[in-house]
């Protein structure tokens, strides 16, 4: 028998929602595509019908085995960059750079909105959160250094603005 025509319970149908909840948090899916899915995972009786909700949301590898030593280079130049020049940095390595490797996309978009975070917070705090720069220095430096081994970082407490 084929296993796209077994049929499934509410275990395989919540497992498929997960999935597709964690593609909405990383902004692959779009509010009604989320409902619409939800919906046809609650009322799929087979495990083909569940596949063909999640076949084009295939998870995001933290990092592809055809990184070169330029696009490590290149992602942690965008964390580093951010040290100096705010969000600039980072937002040109995105712009730039960022569109021929997804290694370096990741790292700028990161460094980006780090950045940005930290922009706000200043703003926010009157000036205040400036103090809060120079300990971000820490966190830029461990995140460049995660980019240049081809690992990826996920700043914390960071406003994921940019997708």
Do not use: C
């Not at 929602?17 to 989320?34: M, P, S, W």
């Not at 409902?35 to 009322?43: E, G, K, N, P, S």
């Not at 705090?125 to 995140?143: D, R």
């Amino acid at each position: 028998m084929d296993i796209t025509q077994l049929r499934v319970g509410h275990a395989e149908r919540e497992s498929v929602i997960e999935v597709l909840q964690t593609a909405y948090a990383e902004g692959r899916l779009d509010n009604d595509e989320l409902d619409q899915r939800v919906h046809l995972a609650m009322t799929s009786k087979t495990q083909g019908e569940l596949d063909l909700l999640v076949r084009d949301l295939s998870p995001k590898l933290p990092h592809s085995a055809e990184e070169t030593s330029e696009d490590k280079a290149l992602g942690a130049l965008a964390h580093l960059a951010g040290m100096l020049t705010s969000f600039v940095g980072p937002l040109v390595i995105l712009l730039v750079p960022g569109k021929r490797s997804e290694h370096v996309r990741a790292h700028a978009v990161e460094a980006l909105n780090f950045q940005l975070t930290l922009l706000l917070f200043t703003i926010v705090t009157l000036g205040v959160g400036g103090i809060v720069y120079a300990v971000s220095w820490i966190a830029s430096l461990i995140a460049g250094a995660s980019a240049l081994t081809g690992g990826s970082f996920r700043y914390p407490l960071t406003l994921r603005l940019i997708k």
